[in-house]
């Protein structure tokens, strides 16, 4: 038999398209994603666990980017903030998949175990059990946050003869505000961790 004329269905195809059509129109469907594939709705489902497979394999694909090896460096500060700059590269890379993916529980096993590592960095640092997951959501506000900046239009404000001061501060800044956001912001808070680790260390 000759080969078929379009490649076999599979995962990889099904997370492409919908990447696609989230990065194009910040939301996705199954059947949109069968209409483009251009297989019946019932052959998407045969490799995914409904919409919320979908959403994971998205969320695979994305964050198969960030450098999970980063989490390994020495020491725990060095590593989260290398951890920190590669996610925020892999998302922005694709702002519009960011509300999707953040509301959304996280389920797919390469990305917790990128997780698993993270918190295993902490707590080798010496950071306590209550502490590690504030800390991670909270850089990873900062991350989301942060990549959503580098996808906003470079003006994000218009000054008027009202605003001399908020002109002059964004001509001082020049084109690299977000990323010196960024920095300003990773910056603080690897040093409040920092001192968070010293309080929680026994005297």
């Known amino acids: 038999m000759g080969r078929p004329r379009t490649p076999l269905l599979d995962r990889e195809r099904i997370a ?31 490799h995914v666990d409904g919409r919320a497979g979908v959403v994971e394999l998205v969320r695979e694909l994305v964050c198969d980017r960030i450098a999970g090896e980063a989490l390994a460096l020495e020491p725990w500060d060095r590593a989260l903030e290398e951890w920190a700059r590669s996610y925020r590269a892999a998302f922005a890379a694709h702002p519009r998949a960011i509300p999707l993916l953040m509301t959304t529980p996280v389920r797919a096993p390469r990305v917790l175990a990128q997780y698993e590592r993270a918190v295993g960095v902490l707590l080798a640092a010496g950071f306590t059990r209550r502490t590690v997951m504030p800390l991670l959501t909270a850089l990873e506000n900062l991350v989301l946050g942060s990549a959503l900046d580098l996808a906003a239009p470079e003006a994000m404000w218009e000054p008027t003869p009202d605003t001399p001061l908020l002109a002059d501060a ?34």
């Open 16 to 46: 492409l398209t919908a990447l696609r059509l989230v990065s194009e129109q910040g939301e996705f469907s199954v059947p949109q994603i069968a209409r483009a594939l251009g297989v019946q709705t019932g052959s998407v489902y045969h």
């Open 170 to 203: 964004l001509a001082a800044v020049g084109p690299n505000r977000a990323d010196a956001a960024f920095d300003l912001g990773l910056a603080a808070f690897l040093t409040d961790a920092r001192t968070l680790l010293a309080a929680d260390r026994p005297a």
